[in-house]
């Protein structure tokens, strides 16, 4: 299969890019041909957002026909969610039944729904006299052209995130998707256009490193909304200061389990090691460091490896299956480095550490649980982004809370305590973006979602997303 560019409201040949191959992960085998944008595809698709944006063919709309046809997109959304979780599925490995129809595509079109009705929204709008003779109006008004850089991760779920709150607050969009997972926000894009959305205002151009670089940098852009690595984020934040262009930045995690005496073991079990492997643990709100009170941590690792060690591997299309491959080589590589150096340090492997047995094709790699490590070893400091989780114990609350905040990360944390008292404290004390209580990994489209420290800034979900596209004008009047 052969995919072009989205640019302008049709599908358009590359200007001096080349060809890149998508693969399957579970085979390795090429899947699908995409164009790996050049400059000027880039070009054309940022001044194709530029005109649309300009000439008032989606900002100028009244919010409630924008709200109509936003809502349309996610009807159609799920109407084709079967086939676009099964390329989805192809594209990344994802357990298909689990993941990808079960889980990404149905919270995309619940973020597509709550930004269609966020688009009516006037909280926040008001006037008034704050010098005699004067009335005073804020308005809410759209940056502009948006470059929106997509993950490979959830590939569709995040496009879905980004194009959401962009398109409510009245902006026009360049979104890129990641080279290796572009398929289904390409197949997307002609949905788009089926809802009603005018052409030019939601661009789709495939490619690397060099068209996300040249989106960056291009001065008609007003903002970039990027969730990648937080070293991606850096590079950005430094290219977009040249020409003063808003940042919106969901970057890496290292999310803290902190389980207390009291909480259920069977509970602990089952929810770490399903935030530890959910879509292979490649998820920067994955549990990755649990830490136990001092007198149960026996109990508690005993019942966690047991946990994820019934965890089914497969192919994503059989039935069960929990957790599928790596999304690359390369990847399962990064991840396996991080387990071995670990162990070369004198950690302990209580289970997984290498690829499952009769797995010698694709990429996958064993639900991983690993002890003996010390606070400030490379395992718990920084993301490895593969189903893999640290055992390490706390005497009290003050110690929880220090060896949770001790990571350049502040994505997300969970909390396990019956002690309401207690959870509220921990809860305030750690420098997290969401803090769970019982619990780790769900998420709603009314609620935040963002970091602290190195893990970025702005929100993605929620009306504070829109109001990260929005810009406030003051509009003064002499009353006289």
């Not at 993301?383 to 005497?395: A, N, R, W």
Request: net charge negative; with cysteine.
């Amino acid at each position: 299969m052969n995919y072009k560019l989205w640019i302008d409201g049709k599908w358009e040949d590359t200007k001096g890019g080349s060809i890149m191959s998508v693969e399957d992960p579970t085979t390795g085998k090429e899947i699908a041909e995409v164009i790996d944008a050049s400059r000027e595809d880039v070009d054309r698709a940022v001044q194709a957002a530029k005109r649309a944006f300009y000439d008032g063919r989606w900002s100028k709309i009244a919010p409630g026909e924008r709200s109509k046809i936003i809502w349309k997109l996610a009807d159609l959304l799920e109407t084709n969610a079967e086939a676009l979780a099964k390329v989805e599925s192809e594209n990344t490995g994802k357990p298909y039944a689990f993941v990808s129809l079960g889980g990404d595509i149905p919270f995309a079109v619940d973020n597509l729904r709550f930004f269609a009705g966020a688009a009516r929204d006037t909280h926040g709008s008001h006037a008034g006299e704050f010098m005699p003779g004067y009335t005073s109006m804020y308005r809410r008004e759209p940056v502009g052209v948006v470059g929106q850089i997509a993950p490979w991760n959830y590939p569709l779920m995040m496009a879905a995130w980004k194009i959401g709150p962009a398109l409510a607050a009245g902006c026009t969009i360049v979104l890129k998707p990641a080279p290796g997972t572009p398929l289904t926000t390409l197949m997307f894009a002609e949905l788009i256009k089926q809802a009603g959305i005018p052409d030019g205002v939601v661009n789709v151009i495939s490619g690397g490193n060099d068209a996300g670089q040249a989106l960056v940098e291009h001065p008609d852009v007003r903002m970039i909304s990027l969730t990648g690595s937080t070293g991606t984020g850096k590079k950005i934040m430094k290219t977009a200061a040249d020409t003063l262009k808003r940042v919106h930045l969901e970057l890496g995690g290292k999310a803290p389990f902190i389980v207390f005496d009291d909480a259920s073991p069977e509970l602990v079990a089952a929810k770490a090691s399903l935030a530890a492997i959910m879509n292979t643990g490649q998820d920067c709100t994955a549990a990755t460091r649990l830490y136990v009170e001092k007198s149960k941590v026996k109990v508690m690792q005993e019942a966690v490896v047991e946990a994820m060690k019934a965890i089914k591997v497969g192919l994503p299309f059989e039935d069960g299956v929990q957790m599928g491959p790596l999304i690359s080589g390369i990847q399962r590589e990064r991840v396996a480095g991080f387990v071995d150096r670990a162990k070369a340090q004198g950690a302990k492997i209580l289970t997984g550490g290498g690829v499952p047995k009769g797995f010698d094709k694709g990429y996958y790699y064993e639900p991983t649980v690993i002890s003996g490590v010390q606070q400030d070893w490379e395992i718990v400091q920084q993301e490895v982004f593969g189903p893999v989780v640290t055992v390490q114990e706390f005497t009290d609350e003050m110690d929880a809370i220090s060896k949770g905040n001790d990571v350049l990360y502040g994505l997300a944390a969970s909390v396990f305590t019956n002690d309401i008292g207690r959870a509220m404290r921990i809860s305030s004390a750690l420098e997290f973006g969401t803090v769970w209580i019982n619990d780790h990994l769900p998420l709603t489209s009314e609620t935040p979602h963002g970091g602290f420290k190195q893990s970025g800034f702005g929100k993605d979900l929620s009306a504070e997303a829109i109001g990260d596209y929005q810009i406030t004008k003051h509009v003064m009047i002499a009353q006289g």
